[in-house]
C-alpha cells in the first residue's frame, strides 16, 4: 500500500544526491511512497517500474540502473530473503519522522543476504505475485541465492582496458578510452578509492563522464561520476 511521505527542504542540496542521476534521485523519493513504517518494500525490478514509472516505456530497462547507483552510493540496501527481492533504505529516519509506526512485516537486512549485482529475478518476483505474504516467495519459484561477498580492492597495478570493456564501449558507441582511463587512474589513486569490480567502476565512471562532457570535450574536464565514491 502506497503511503504519503514528506520531503525535507535540504533534500535537493544533499552531496549525496548531487552523486547521483536525476533519475536515480526521483526513484529514491518515489521508493519513499512503498516502503512500510521500517523503510523497506519489495524489490523486483519490473514491479517498481510498473509501480512507480507507469507512463515510462524504457523504465524496465532503465530502474537497475538507477537501483545501482543509490547502492553504490549508500542510500539504499538490497537483498534476498525467502526467494524475494528487498530494499531498505538507508538512514530511514534522518528522511522520514513516523508517528505510531506499525512493525514491519518484510524481514530485515542482513549483511549474509545483500545482493551485490544486479540478480536474475525469477518471474514471479518480476510480477509482484503474493505481495500479500511478505517474506514467502512463490512455491513455483526457486529461492534466490545470495552471491558471496566480495573484497573491494584498490586499483591493481596493471588496471587497463579490458576486452569485456572494449566489446561494451563498442556497443555504448563510446570513444577515447584512454584518455578517459589516464584520468581514471589518476583519480582512483590519488583519492585512494577501491572497488569490488573495476571493470564496472570503470565503465561507469565512462558513461558519467559522456554524459557530462560530451564526446568533444578535453579530458582534462574530467569529472567524478556517481560510482566514484569512497568505498572503504
Known sequence: ?????????????????????????????????????????????????????????????????????????????????????????????????????????????DESSRILANPREE?????????????????????????PAKRKTTMPEDFGISERVKAWATEKGHTRLAEHLESFRSKCRAKGYTYVDWDDAFMEAVRTNWANLGANKPADDYRSPASMRRLS
Open 123 to 147: 518471474s514471479s518476483l518480476d510480477q509482484g505475485k503474493d505481495q500479500g505474504k511478505e517474506g514467502s516467495g512463490d512455491s513455483a519459484s526457486k529461492p534466490a541465492k545470495s552471491a
Open 1 to 109: 500500500m502506497a503511503r504519503i511521505r514528506s520531503i525535507k527542504p535540504e533534500f535537493p542540496q544533499s552531496e549525496s544526491m548531487g552523486r547521483v542521476s536525476r533519475d536515480a534521485r526521483l526513484l529514491f523519493i518515489l521508493l519513499w511512497t512503498l516502503c512500510d513504517d521500517s523503510g523497506r518494500t519489495r524489490a523486483a525490478s519490473r514491479m517498481l517500474a510498473s509501480l512507480l514509472f507507469p507512463y515510462d516505456d524504457d523504465a524496465p530497462g532503465l530502474i537497475d540502473g538507477w537501483l545501482n547507483e543509490l547502492d553504490r552510493e549508500g542510500c539504499i540496501v538490497r537483498y534476498a530473503a525467502g526467494g524475494n527481492c528487498y530494499v531498505e533504505i538507508c538512514n530511514w529516519l534522518n528522511h522520514q519522522k513516523i508517528d505510531k509506526p506499525s512493525a514491519s512485516k518484510i524481514p530485515a537486512f
